[in-house]
């Protein structure tokens, strides 16, 4: 995970090596390990590169990384597979090396065409002049522009902020494909001509027109003085998965096993549809392929020595590398499951669990106390300790939200599966204070360009869960804990592909099996804008990484080959037939009651939706985010 940044100026009374105080601070929130900055400039034009760095794998390479030839490179990604990167080489160093072997463009696409991982990168190409930047295929990794109408300038940053004046200017990258910049030529224009090198499926016949919608929205909404055409060479970049399975069953579908679902469903349930042969390979082949993407993403970070076996079960001080967004249900107990088979047995697993506070309460001397503890992170009290065993039968009511109860049973469900495994379940309050804290002075930049009532609830509960502060609340004691595991794994994808959402079966009941497929296509072709850079600025807020196992490109390819009668059967009542495959394969991970949880949103679940006003709707512009952006330009004016 790093934090990238380029600032091109073709007006040379305007350049300044600075950049903005809040935007550099936002970069360095991303990595903490090493910064740098480093300035390129030719006739016409300047540019101000800065890298911020979190160290996760290899030798800890400090960017911007520059050649002998003058080229630069910024990389914000994890080379899981398609480029051999060993596990003492950092893939930062190893890309830069690739490129700066590349003699064409068609090398360059080529290169990004056989990467496996997240990432977004910037690249000065010094001898052509050319700025190449862009995001993976599915955008994982955040990338911004902003142009600047007054001094034709523009900016590429994995994260914007707001008390520039011109917070609507920031926007996400497009991730149709790559994009190259001529800074010689736009010197002399003062027209910026980006150039889309687009990605492509293997079996599609014309690159031009299947981006001539995509082009004409990118160029709506950027300044006249910026444009977009489809690169003069007719290049491309490979699709890295294969396409949706769009095939239909040719009689009226129903699954065959319905009549054991009259009934209510149990685990009994699921096993009864594994006793079909097909089934049953399908299913193994989906863990395999699942847990090979999580081997990956658990295994590629630095850690220390492995103790043996018996130390291990000695020692609970150890720290976690690895995190995961954990509510209990079926997607993150999935993840967890094939977590504990790949990371060594010595190291615990944080589970992050977030919870905001339902109702407010009468305050005693006893609840201030513990919201004093709570807040500032303090050891509690031993009288606390005592009044606040959490179990299900008492539970603290004011955060005893849904993701709270389904948590602490998947935790139940996870230790039975492996006693030896510390598994740290770290339970996250949240106050209405708190969280309009924060959210004024941290998440609502990190949000922007989104600013949906969606967008709020979300971004809101993915930074407190990834921040880790919260509570470790055992069968002894109760202690504050700040996890520290720089890695945090989250089951973003299993929906979008699963047929998990209740859309999805509106979508179904409404249209059938063709319509559900066209769902199912849009959700992956619109989860980079809808979820993922905002995900990844909000987690990586803390110097942590995101990383999505159901997005690995093989995954993604397996799943889009099945039909989707072999993914969903959503003819079957909720906790079954939505993510039918995911739930056959915690049957078969050993798994019980979280296989047949229904799908709860993460809004819902951690109860932060609705929690200020009650009237508003998910897709509505989110008033506190505007207020907030206001509010800081205000603060900005009046220390200038």
């Keep these: 995970m790093c934090g990238i940044c380029c600032s091109v100026n073709f007006t040379a009374e305007h350049f300044s090596k600075d950049l903005q105080e809040n935007l550099l601070y936002n970069l360095k929130q991303r990595g903490p390990s090493s910064s740098n900055q480093l300035v390129k400039s030719d006739v016409g034009y300047k540019c101000f590169f800065s890298g911020h760095v979190l160290h996760l794998r290899g030798v800890l390479t400090a960017q911007p ?57 910037i690249y000065y190409q010094a001898s052509n002049h050319y700025l190449w930047f862009g995001r993976d295929f599915f955008g994982r ?91 003069d060479t007719k290049l491309y970049l490979e699709n890295p998965v294969v396409p949706l399975n769009m095939m239909l069953p040719k009689a009226p579908f129903e699954s065959p096993s319905t009549e054991i679902f009259r009934v209510p469903p149990t685990r009994e349930t699921l096993q009864a549809c594994l006793t079909d042969k097909h089934v049953k390979e399908v299913v193994q082949q989906f863990i395999d392929i699942l847990s090979i993407a999580v081997k990956k993403r658990v295994l ?57 506070m339902t109702e407010e309460k009468p305050t005693t001397s006893l609840n ?73 002075t941290r998440i609502c930049q990190l949000i922007q360009p989104l600013d949906t009532v969606l967008d709020d609830s979300i971004g809101c509960a993915v930074w407190f869960a990834s921040r880790g502060m919260g509570w470790l609340v055992t069968q002894d004691e109760v202690k504050s804990y700040q ?24 979508c179904f009941q409404t249209h059938g099996l063709e319509g559900l497929n066209k769902e199912i296509q849009m959700e992956l072709g619109r989860i980079s804008s809808r979820n993922l850079g905002r995900d990844d600025r909000v987690i990586g807020d803390h110097g942590k990484e995101a990383r999505f196992p159901f997005l690995d490109e093989n995954v993604v390819s397996f799943l889009n080959s099945l039909p989707i009668w072999e993914k969903a059967n959503l003819t079957l009542p909720r906790g079954i037939g939505e993510k039918l495959l995911l739930r056959l394969a915690a049957i078969e991970l050993g798994l019980t009651s979280s296989a ?18 009650k009237n508003e709707k998910a897709s509505d512009k989110c008033g506190r985010l505007q207020r907030t952006t206001l509010e800081n330009l205000s603060i900005e004016k009046i220390k200038m």
């Design 596 to 613: 047949l949880l229904p799908k709860r949103a993460m809004q819902f679940g951690s109860r932060i939706a609705k929690m200020e006003k």
């Design 65 to 121: 990384v520059e050649d002998e030839r003058g080229n630069v490179f910024l990389w914000n990604g994890e080379v899981f597979s398609g480029i051999k990167v060993d596990a003492q080489e950092n893939d930062t160093q190893i890309m830069f090396n690739h490129l700066s072997s590349c003699k064409s463009e068609s090398d360059i696409l080529s290169l990004f065409s056989q990467v496996q991982g997240p990432w977004s990168f």
């Design 483 to 506: 996890s520290n595991a720089k890695v945090v794994l989250t089951g973003i994808g299993a929906d979008e592909q699963l047929g998990g959402y209740s859309r999805h079966r509106i």
């Design 300 to 356: 590629c970070l630095a850690r220390d020595e492995n103790l043996t076996p018996d130390k291990a079960l000695e020692t609970h001080d150890r720290r976690a590398n690895v995190a995961i967004l954990f509510s209990g249900g079926i997607d993150s107990m999935v993840i967890a499951s094939l977590a504990d088979h790949h990371i060594p047995v010595d190291e615990p697993i944080d589970l992050l669990n977030v919870a905001f």
């Design 141 to 231: 990794r955040s990338l911004l522009w902003h142009f600047n109408n007054v001094d034709k300038s523009f900016c590429l940053s994995s994260v914007g902020t707001q008390t520039s004046g011109v917070a609507d200017w920031w926007q996400e990258v497009p991730v149709f494909g790559v994009f190259r910049i001529d800074l010689k030529s736009t010197a002399v224009s003062k027209c910026v001509v980006l150039h889309l090198y687009p990605w492509k499926c293997i079996s599609s016949d014309s690159v031009a027109e299947e981006y001539v919608n995509s082009l004409a929205k990118i160029s709506a909404d950027l300044p006249k003085f910026v444009s977009v055409v489809v690169n």
């Design 368 to 440: 201030k106390k513990k919201s004093k503890q709570k807040n500032d992170c303090e050891v509690p009290s031993k009288e606390y300790s005592q009044n606040s065993a959490v179990t299900s039968d008492d539970p603290d009511k004011q955060f005893c939200v849904p993701d709270r109860i389904t948590g602490r049973a998947g935790l139940k469900e996870l230790q039975a599966l492996n006693p030896s495994r510390i598994w740290n379940f770290v339970e996250i309050n949240v106050s209405l204070q708190e969280l309009q804290k924060f959210r004024r």
